[in-house]
């Protein structure tokens, strides 16, 4: 597993006072978004430490690693935060499927506009 060295000043700058961040996954390849996901600093520090992805699931309540049940992991390949230090993009190389349905993308319910 790959373990990243991190911007000390950009990692202590993220405003985790809300407890979750937003955490976009883009595939490195084609940047075509994969998923939204939700982190804390545990779930960050987990995710730098392992070069895996790494979410806390509102649902479920509990950390979970992307790919520890599928198999579909999400090499880590970059890290940025937004302008704001509120958003997190992650940058993957995607094995498998990133969504749960066994599609590539969650996103891919389209809405017409007319």
Known sequence: MKKFSCNEDVLNKIDFKGGLLPAVIQDLKNNQ???LG???EES?????QTGTT?????SRQEYWNKGATS??????????VDC???TILVKVDQIGAA???GSRSC????????
């Not at 960050?44 to 730098?48: A, F, N, S, V």
């Not at 790494?54 to 509102?58: C, D």
């Open 54 to 58: 790494w979410f806390w699931s509102r």
């Open 33 to 35: 978004v994969l998923m």
């Open 71 to 80: 198999g579909h992991f999400q090499y880590v390949k970059s890290i940025s």
């Open 107 to 114: 996103f891919f319910n389209k809405l017409t506009i007319e």
């Open 84 to 86: 704001d230090y509120d």
């Open 99 to 101: 969504c749960h349905t």
């Open 44 to 48: 960050l520090k987990r995710t730098i």
């Open 38 to 40: 939700y982190m804390n």
